[in-house]
């Protein structure tokens, strides 16, 4: 029998089968859900959930008229961002993602809701749902009808079970910020003081357990679990040794991710998150990441007259290519793809240098981007490595950054200093989530188990 995976993402919905038995992938289905709203302020970077909403219902059901019903749903979806719901479970508000900019808006005090939140309970991020739920209620922008806030993705299973009482795990609850990591639970005294109002809190589920089964237009008793963070879940999709394994993860953004199995204290760009009940992962996000990529390849055309993207980007390796077997790596230009900021310093931009005379070539440039995107989840795996005085034996590479590269998985291996292993599932945040629906609905005894179905490319 199979087994479906569902993926709400930033730009995409991403729906897999995947056999229960063999891990191995039967359908799959991606879609653009291009829900974002237009008509609010430049930095309040909004989505219509009932859009997203609407198309998940149709992919999942093209799926399941394709392959049949599946022994049960996982779900996983982008982080950090929120919408408020009704007392009937009814969105009332559009979907505040993580690229929401309204906690570096400077509130009447002279300040802003990260530097208000961060200095009163910690873990505080622009785009993150408690910064941006706290600018929101000082600007008297929460709906009056609002009950509860709520997870993209937790949302949608609450829809396919036709519930309305809104729900969240625990790594999706720390990504909103101003949580504490051993208690399991949001630093609330200290939100209080600030007058957050945290009646908008949903439930805080203990792991990732099935809350309900489907209702509707769907096949009915379909067991769907609580929402894992997208990031969790594409490590679990990939890695099948979680405390011995460094992720990179390269697409609109990046990511280093690496497991630990002991509460440790994460500093400077390192955050650490929950994940499944044994293990914590250590994460290094790059904001603009892959996207300095795609920012290349568009400037490219502009100066070549082009519209062909597919066959900029084959030019860009191939020069990129000829100038490392000319001039070696050391040659490129020094790039730092920091164009979005950091989490901890948004200001901050990138930079370019060490251009001379015998360097200035396209290739110099594509190669140094390359190797600026990568160089950024380096440094912040090195310093993984210094809080837990561990390393890694294992490099694992996601994303579309590295699927449709070749050059960039052979500089990743160069740089890391390790192969890097590819999965074979193209979508690995909903294939996590379907291995963790296997262990969840009781179809398999540990998520152990069902990681060892995980496949690599040759």
């Known amino acids: 029998m199979s087994v479906m995976g569902i993926d709400i993402g930033t730009t995409t919905i991403s729906v897999i089968m995947m056999d229960d038995e063999t891990g191995k992938l039967l359908d799959s289905l991606t879609i653009p859900h291009k829900s974002f709203l237009k008509g609010y302020p430049a930095y309040s970077k909004v989505q219509d959930p009932q859009v997203i909403w609407k198309l998940t219902e149709q992919a999942a059901a093209e799926l399941i008229s394709r392959n049949g019903v599946p022994k049960c749903i996982g779900m996983t979806g982008q982080m950090h961002g929120f919408l408020y719901v009704d007392q009937k479970g009814e969105a009332v508000s559009p979907l505040y993602t993580w690229q929401d900019g309204s906690g570096n808006e400077f509130l009447p005090d002279g300040r802003t809701s990260v530097e208000i939140l961060q200095s009163a309970a910690g873990s505080a991020a622009s785009g993150y749902g408690l910064i941006t739920h706290y600018y929101l209620q000082k600007k008297g922008l929460v709906p009056e009808n609002a009950r509860k806030m709520v997870t993209i993705s937790d949302y949608i299973a609450m829809k396919l079970c036709g519930g309305c009482d809104p729900f969240i795990a625990g790594d999706m609850a720390a990504s909103w910020g101003c949580f504490d990591l051993e208690l399991g639970d949001f630093c609330r005294q200290e939100l209080e003081e600030q007058e957050l109002d945290l009646s908008v809190l949903p439930e805080i589920l203990s792991g990732h357990p099935v809350v309900g089964v489907t209702s509707g237009v769907f096949p009915k008793n379909i067991p769907v679990i609580a929402s894992l963070g997208d990031n969790q879940a594409s490590v679990i999709g990939s890695v099948k040794d979680l405390s011995n394994t460094v992720l990179i993860n390269i697409g609109t953004g990046s990511q280093v991710s690496f497991g630990t199995e002991r509460y440790v204290d994460a500093h400077g760009s390192i955050e650490l998150r929950p994940c499944t009940g044994r293990h914590f992962l250590m994460v290094g996000s790059g ?111 996601s994303g579309n950054g590295l699927r449709r590269n070749a050059l960039m998985r052979e500089l990743a291996g160069d740089i890391f200093r390790m192969p890097v292993k590819i999965p074979v599932c193209t979508e690995e945040a909903a294939y996590g989530a379907a291995l963790q629906a296997l262990v969840s609905a009781g179809f398999e005894d540990s998520l152990e188990e069902a990681q060892r179905k995980i496949q690599y490319e040759s």
């Open 287 to 397: 904001l603009c990441g892959g996207r300095a990529y795609a920012m290349l390849e568009k400037f490219y055309r502009e100066v070549s007259g082009t519209e062909d993207s597919k066959e900029m980007y084959r030019r860009m390796e191939q020069q990129a290519r000829e100038f490392m077997d000319a001039y070696g790596k050391e040659a490129a230009w020094k790039i730092r793809t920091v164009f979005s900021g950091t989490r901890s310093n948004p200001g901050e931009r990138g930079s370019i240098s060490s251009i001379s005379v015998e360097n200035f070539y396209p290739g110099a440039m594509t190669l140094g981007m390359l190797q600026g995107i990568l160089g950024e989840l380096k440094e912040m795996y090195g310093e993984m490595c210094s809080i837990t005085g561990t390393k890694a034996a294992n490099l694992v590479g």
